[in-house]
């Protein structure tokens, strides 16, 4: 009653295809694997030795930051800042053991404050220091001779003026 059902050899356009597709999926295997061991932990990753990418980071806490970059440096992890901005705490990421920049990637400085309000001059003085302490030393000296003064709109380098001025850059 029921009749077997038919089976066609391939058409020519199918076999073309076949042909197309399964070298680019070996293709997509092998680069998959080859990038796998190079691959980017997240930022706050515990794994000893990983490398942090950073492709931008608007910046937040100077507390916090400096509790991150000592989770870093105890674990020996490589911060990449690549490319996008690096903002505000961002940029104390330049005071990891192991750090290097891109010339893609921007970076914008600015004086400590505290939730948009003024810091007493003590206290503003007391912050400078701390977060400038993160900096090689000609970014130290240009921050607090200038940059912590711009307190609501960042002073901005380049990746490449950081690397310029001593900044290992990312190869």
């Known amino acids: 009653m029921f009749s077997e059902p038919t089976v066609r050899a391939p058409s020519a356009r199918a076999r073309n295809l076949c042909a197309l597709v399964a070298p680019l999926l070996a293709l997509t295997l092998c680069l998959s694997l080859w990038s796998t061991s190079a691959q980017a932990a997240r930022p706050k990753s515990q794994q000893p030795g990983a490398t942090i990418v950073i492709n931008g980071d608007p910046g937040g806490s100077v507390r916090a930051r400096y509790n991150e970059i000592e ?34 990637a921007s970076f ?61 850059k990312c190869e």
Request: proline share 6%; with cysteine; net charge positive.
């Open 108 to 168: 914008g400085f600015h004086g400590p404050y505290r939730f948009g309000q003024k810091l007493t001059p003590e206290e503003f003085d007391q912050w400078s220091k701390f977060i400038a302490s993160h900096y090689p030393p000609e970014i130290r000296h240009w921050y607090m001779t200038k940059a912590r003064y711009k307190t609501y709109s960042p002073a901005h380098i380049s990746g490449a003026e950081l690397i310029r001025l001593g900044v290992q």
């Open 71 to 104: 989770e870093i440096n105890r674990l020996s992890q490589r911060v990449e800042i690549r490319r996008g901005a690096c903002l505000s705490s961002c940029t104390m990421f330049l005071g990891a053991d192991n750090v290097c920049v891109s010339p893609q």
